[in-house]
């Protein structure tokens, strides 16, 4: 986008067969109108691709889009952020501005900072999130509000004439602020997605039509107009963003816990639906939609492949498709309709929404996206 607005951009990574397909006009992930952008910038001749980081030094805004994942026990690592500054911190000088645009550990922007002052670097740190949609994002960048921060309103207003050719507001904020905002926006998601879950699984237990009841809860009524619908929740973003807060809080924060043993539990409890119906030690399982979310091609931290670890102790076969997912171990989705026994709905793709399913065979679909019938 920076390209696209006439602003000379370099694009520096490790990861050279990204750069690769980057510099032959590919979009190495889906998004809605990238593929046009990023051919339009290659003609306009803004935009440099490279793998070495020499051509950093003469940029004056630095967007580092390196964030803060959690380990295995849950916990924030700062490796990566570290190591990237540590190996580039010769290409560094002063004037320039680092904007951390990934979700950080709060706290992390002002650690940046005073790096960089204890060695007398004058470089403004500024922590700006990101806040759009997967797939989404050259529409969304232009029309929700862009956080800003920093340690100076220097820095603030040199960032903020960065972002002004295609953001309609800023919202200013001291940086440690907009850091949990970010964190606490995600796991506000993430705790409304297992509150609804919860709820389809007091149901279900109970051998209820949760759609009638959502259907109930939400018809023509504004107060609950939010609620969402059940389903897989997890991805990339949101349990990690919901277990950072609750490291930040001293694993004080309940509410975040209970909703990761929720989400995380649904593949189970969706197995244990099928079980009622069907002794799986025999039959073939299939799973459609292996994506963390519908329409994407975004396989990472996806409850999908949980839901396959799970069903490999229980079934005789598992067989697993996704119509964007690029994995070496999926199959074509006629495949899996035809030689399943149990079908579990995981991603809602829209070419799942209407599928005839033989009567024969039990689906499990917590999205209600393929029909209505319930084992």
């Known amino acids: 986008m920076f390209a696209d607005h006439g602003v000379r951009t370099v694009i520096y990574d490790t990861n050279v067969r990204a750069l690769e397909r980057i510099a032959r006009g590919e979009m190495p992930h889906a998004e809605a109108g990238g593929q046009e952008m990023l051919e339009r910038v290659l003609r306009g001749g803004f935009l440099e691709i490279t793998a070495e980081p020499a051509p950093l030094r003469d940029c004056e805004f630095w967007v580092m889009t390196i964030g803060t994942p959690v380990d295995e026990h849950l916990n924030p690592s700062f490796a990566a952020i570290r190591k990237a500054l540590g190996d580039l911190r010769s290409f560094l000088r002063d004037g320039q501005v680092l904007v951390l645009r990934s979700t950080v550990y709060p706290g992390t922007s002002e650690q940046v900072q005073r790096s960089f002052d204890r060695d007398q670097l004058r470089v403004g740190v500024s922590f700006c999130p990101e806040r759009v949609a997967q797939g989404h994002s050259l529409d969304e960048f232009r029309r929700i509000p862009q956080i800003v921060s920093g340690f100076d309103d220097e820095t603030r207003g040199r960032v903020e004439t960065l972002f002004a050719p295609f953001t309609s507001e800023f919202v200013r904020m001291q940086p440690t602020e907009a850091e949990l905002c970010k964190l606490m926006t995600n796991a506000w998601r993430y705790i409304q997605f297992a509150t609804v879950n919860q709820f389809y699984m007091i149901a279900t237990l109970k051998g209820l039509d949760f759609e009638r009841i959502l259907h109930g809860c939400r018809h023509n009524y504004p107060r609950m107009a939010g609620m969402p619908g059940p389903g897989l929740s997890a991805g990339p ?139």
């Open 237 to 375: 973003c949101l349990v990690k963003d919901t277990m950072q807060l609750a490291a930040y809080s001293q694993n004080s924060f309940v509410l975040g816990h209970s909703a990761m043993l929720i989400n995380e539990g649904l593949p189970a409890h969706l197995i244990d639906l099928a079980k009622r119906s069907v002794d799986l030690r025999d039959k073939t399982a299939g799973i459609l939609g292996m994506a963390f979310k519908a329409e994407s091609d975004d396989g990472r931290d996806s409850l999908s492949y949980k839901l396959r670890k799970l069903l490999q102790m229980d079934a005789r076969e598992v067989l697993c498709t996704d119509p964007f997912v690029a994995d070496p171990s999926l199959v074509s989705l006629e495949r899996v309709i035809e030689e399943s026994n149990v079908l579990f709905v995981a991603t809602p793709h829209e070419q799942y929404r209407g599928l005839r399913i033989a009567e024969e065979k039990v689906v499990i679909d917590v999205w209600n996206c393929v029909e209505s019938r319930r084992p």
